[in-house]
């Protein structure tokens, strides 16, 4: 009987969804929920949870390319431990052996397998262990030039018996981990169009953070080119499910306030507490509780943990920093596998090189920072907000 006759299916394997004990229904519904809205383009008729999987059936007809690229996707989802790709048909014994040499036929280059065979409810025959050796021995007479390994084959052929139905795979690829998106609140991303801010939205994302973006733009002191790219990572974020809105915030005039009245090596720290303030009024609006951004210790001369202690000082939302640790290289490696890294890598003026000093302070005293922030204008903030304009990705 031909593979099409039976239903392709995806099968999603979690893993801390199912260390959260009373919980594990929330986080496994909002991790199904966000599976359906993000392969609306993909050939999904369903998507259930069944005994600790979740399992996405493709629609009838679905061919073997389609349902790989389907595979492929769902692993992008923050949340899923690993896909596997396969079939899903009644729990009768014949059908099964026949799928699992369509299933490892499907499952591209391989030297040595093996079988794994689990029986959800005792009441099917025969046990897993003759399931392993009968399954085993249909495959090794259809592929006799290839080798059984049961430690860290190529490929396993997973077969599960769940209740009056089984699902047979064998192509398995890594998801990337972590939690449902949605699961642990709004935060608030600082997003610029360079190379960290959008791998620290997505390590934040994938901590089952929902986040809103805001973008400081240095417009009208500077074009609006970093626009466009913070719009285009944006774009790569939402097919993740990691963010569906953003505000664009032009502070240039402020930028150049702050430049004419302030001690120049203080700029950036005062450019970054303005940020901050703004950020947490968006906060507030939009009911989050944190601010993230993309700093790295040590990275550039904001970032040293003195300058980075004057601008916390500003925000009175938590601030997280989840590249902390990070260095460049590493981000730059996250960026490339997230998607971003060329669109990051273009040249575009922003408010981040906006009236820069030569020799900007690296060590800041809160106290003179503070001092030198006393001729800001109260209203800047609500002024800025207010210009805040929010788009939907």
Same mark, same amino acid.
């Given at each position: 009987?031909?593979?099409?006759?039976?239903?392709?299916?995806?099968?999603?394997?979690?893993?801390?969804?199912?260390?959260?004990?009373?919980?594990?229904?929330?986080?496994?519904?909002?991790?199904?929920?966000?599976?359906?809205?993000?392969?609306?383009?993909?050939?999904?008729? !369903?998507?259930?949870?069944?005994?600790?999987?979740?399992?996405?059936?493709?629609?009838?007809?679905?061919?073997?390319? $389609?349902?790989?690229?389907?595979?492929?996707?769902?692993?992008?989802?923050?949340?899923?431990?690993?896909?596997?790709?396969?079939?899903?048909?009644?729990?009768?014994?014949?059908?099964?052996?026949?799928?699992?040499?369509?299933?490892?036929?499907?499952?591209?280059?391989?030297?040595?397998?093996?079988?794994?065979?689990?029986?959800?409810?005792?009441?099917?025959?025969?046990?897993?262990?003759?399931?392993?050796?009968?399954?085993?021995?249909?495959?090794?007479?259809?592929?006799?030039?290839?080798?059984?390994?049961?430690?860290?084959?190529?490929?396993?052929?997973?077969?599960?018996?769940?209740?009056?139905?089984?699902?047979?795979?064998?192509?398995?690829?890594?998801?990337?981990?972590?939690?449902?998106?949605?699961?642990?609140?709004?935060?608030?991303?600082?997003?610029?169009?360079g190379i960290d801010s959008p791998v620290a939205a997505w390590k934040i994302a994938k901590r089952g953070a929902?986040?809103?973006?805001?973008?400081?733009?240095?417009?009208?002191?500077?074009?609006?080119?970093?626009?466009?790219?913070?719009?285009?990572?944006?774009?790569?974020?939402?097919?993740?499910?990691?963010?569906?809105?953003?505000?664009?915030?032009?502070?240039?005039?402020?930028?150049?306030?702050?430049?004419?009245?302030?001690?120049?090596?203080?700029?950036?720290?005062?450019?970054?507490?303005?940020?901050?303030?703004?950020?947490?009024?968006?906060?507030?609006?939009?009911?989050?509780?944190?601010?993230?951004?993309?700093?790295?210790?040590?990275?550039?001369?904001?970032?040293?943990?003195?300058?980075?202690? !004057?601008?916390?000082?500003?925000?009175?939302?938590?601030?997280?920093?989840?590249?902390?640790?990070?260095?460049?290289?590493?981000?730059?490696?996250?960026?490339?596998?997230?998607?971003?890294?060329?669109?990051?890598?273009?040249?575009?003026?922003?408010?981040?090189?906006?009236?820069?000093?030569?020799?900007?302070?690296?060590?800041?005293?809160?106290?003179?920072?503070?001092?030198?922030?006393?001729?800001?204008?109260?209203?800047?903030?609500? $002024?800025?907000?207010?210009?805040?304009?929010?788009?939907?990705?």
């Amino acid at each position: 009987m031909a593979a099409d006759t039976f239903q392709r299916v995806v099968l999603v394997h979690y893993h801390e969804i199912g260390l959260k004990g009373h919980n594990r229904g929330r986080f496994e519904q909002k991790l199904v929920d966000n599976i359906k809205a993000l392969t609306c383009d993909f050939p999904v008729s !369903a998507c259930h949870r069944i005994s600790g999987r979740i399992v996405v059936f493709l629609k009838e007809g679905t061919t073997h390319d $389609e349902q790989v690229r389907a595979q492929e996707f769902i692993a992008t989802i923050p949340g899923i431990q690993r896909v596997s790709a396969g079939f899903k048909c009644l729990a009768e014994y014949d059908t099964m052996k026949e799928l699992a040499v369509e299933a490892l036929a499907d499952a591209g280059e391989f030297q040595t397998f093996k079988v794994q065979a689990r029986r959800n409810h005792t009441n099917f025959e025969p046990d897993s262990m003759v399931l392993n050796r009968e399954i085993g021995e249909v495959l090794c007479n259809a592929f006799p030039e290839k080798k059984v390994k049961m430690k860290e084959p190529d490929v396993t052929v997973n077969v599960e018996v769940i209740e009056n139905q089984c699902f047979v795979c064998a192509r398995s690829i890594a998801g990337v981990g972590g939690l449902p998106v949605g699961t642990s609140g709004k935060v608030i991303c600082l997003l610029s169009s360079g190379i960290d801010s959008p791998v620290a939205a997505w390590k934040i994302a994938k901590r089952g953070a929902t986040c809103i973006g805001v973008h400081f733009s240095g417009r009208p002191q500077t074009g609006d080119e970093s626009e466009y790219l913070v719009d285009d990572i944006a774009r790569v974020l939402a097919k993740r499910g990691c963010m569906h809105q953003y505000f664009v915030c032009p502070i240039g005039d402020y930028q150049r306030k702050i430049a004419l009245s302030c001690t120049p090596k203080l700029r950036v720290v005062l450019y970054r507490r303005l940020m901050f303030k703004v950020a947490n009024a968006l906060a507030e609006q939009c009911g989050a509780k944190a601010i993230v951004t993309g700093e790295s210790l040590g990275q550039v001369a904001s970032q040293t943990i003195e300058n980075m202690i !004057a601008t916390s000082d500003a925000s009175e939302k938590m601030v997280l920093r989840p590249l902390i640790g990070f260095d460049k290289l590493e981000i730059i490696d996250e960026a490339i596998r997230l998607g971003t890294f060329e669109i990051s890598s273009q040249d575009a003026s922003d408010c981040c090189t906006l009236f820069m000093p030569k020799m900007p302070e690296t060590h800041a005293h809160l106290d003179e920072v503070k001092k030198e922030e006393e001729f800001f204008d109260p209203s800047w903030i609500d $002024e800025i907000v207010a210009s805040a304009e929010l788009h939907r990705v």
